[in-house]
């Protein structure tokens, strides 16, 4: 259950990053509003951007 979980929150911030880059967000931009969504550290959020 966990592992599905994990799949679909991947996913969310997947499709979230690719929503803000197609807006035009900056990557800086992108970077912060995952952190404060998702509470997810710097480095991961990087991640996400790759």
Known sequence: ???GM???MVKGIKG???IL???GFPAQ???VQIQ???GL???AS?????
């Not at 990087?46 to 790759?50: E, F, S, V």
């Open 1 to 3: 259950m966990e592992k």
């Open 6 to 8: 994990e799949k679909g």
């Open 16 to 18: 979230t990053v690719d």
């Open 21 to 23: 880059k197609n807006l």
């Open 29 to 31: 931009e992108i970077l």
């Open 36 to 38: 404060s969504q998702y």
């Open 41 to 43: 550290s710097q480095e």
């Open 46 to 50: 990087r991640q996400y951007l790759k």
